[in-house]
């Protein structure tokens, strides 16, 4: 189901609300003792304060982010989506300074413990928008503004009357083609890197992104990447070898 949040509107208009099902459930959860001291003190440091549109997690059309503007230079911009508890983008944050990283994720209790772990490091090139990724590629970043772009095992979904709402579908690959930089004298045009340990999404994912015709897959058609040495490894991804899946790392390029 779509994520309902009504608005008042006038007696003219149309109630406002998410006409699409997003790709995640929202789920409330208590904070720990030293996440809610971190988020008391380091929120407004690290979490963007997006205008919402017509949902909790959606945010405002016309609110346009200038990655320049936000971390006070002008920098590579790696985006990841889906960030969880932020174990891999505060490491690549804390092991590439000359970079900047954005973490876009919905569940208040995976921002509070990445704040927690960027406040530890002192970090100065991340920061974080809990918001509805698709809003994020559609509208907040700007077109191009992307340098590499990562999906590091979203919700498969598995069950087939649930794969309308996996994230990886051709709508999404055109809003990764527009905020991905694109090939320029020479230099290579931005990156998606997605990580899956289902099967069946691997599969779907490669079938939507080589047919995506502003991507190219960086291992030729239907190939498979090794495994992303930027990407650490995580807690989820040890239980998940750990009963035997497979991981699946895609990489692609902005042609």
Do not use: C
């Amino acid at each position: 189901m779509p994520e309902p949040t009504p608005t008042t509107t006038p007696a003219t208009e149309s109630p406002r609300y998410r006409t699409q099902p997003v790709s995640f459930v929202r789920r409330s959860g208590r904070l720990g003792t030293r996440q809610q001291r971190a988020w008391d003190e380091h929120r407004d440091r690290y979490l963007v304060e997006a205008p919402r549109d017509v949902a909790r997690t959606s945010v405002d059309p016309s609110f346009v982010l200038d990655p320049a503007v936000l971390f006070g230079r002008s920098a590579r911009l790696v985006v990841e989506i889906g960030s969880g508890q932020g174990e891999a983008v505060v490491a690549a944050a804390a092991a590439d300074p000359s970079t900047d990283f954005l973490a876009v994720e919905v569940y208040t209790p995976g921002l509070a413990q990445t704040v927690l772990r960027a406040a530890q490091r002192d970090l100065t090139n991340l920061r974080l928008l809990q918001v509805n990724a698709v809003e994020v590629l559609a509208t907040t970043l700007p077109a191009g503004s992307v340098d590499e772009l990562w999906v590091f095992f979203p919700d498969p979904w598995h069950k087939s009357r649930h794969h309308k709402r996996r994230l990886v579908t051709p709508s999404f690959a055109t809003l990764v083609e527009r905020v991905l930089r694109a090939p320029d004298d020479g230099a290579p045009g931005g990156v998606l890197r997605l990580a899956t340990d289902w099967d069946g999404y691997a599969d779907q994912m490669v079938e939507v992104l080589d047919a995506a015709p502003g991507l190219a897959n960086a291992h030729g058609p239907g190939g498979v990447a090794p495994r992303f040495e930027g990407r650490v490894l995580t807690g989820f991804e040890r239980k998940g070898t750990a009963v035997g899946r497979v991981i699946t790392d895609l990489e692609y390029v902005r042609r």
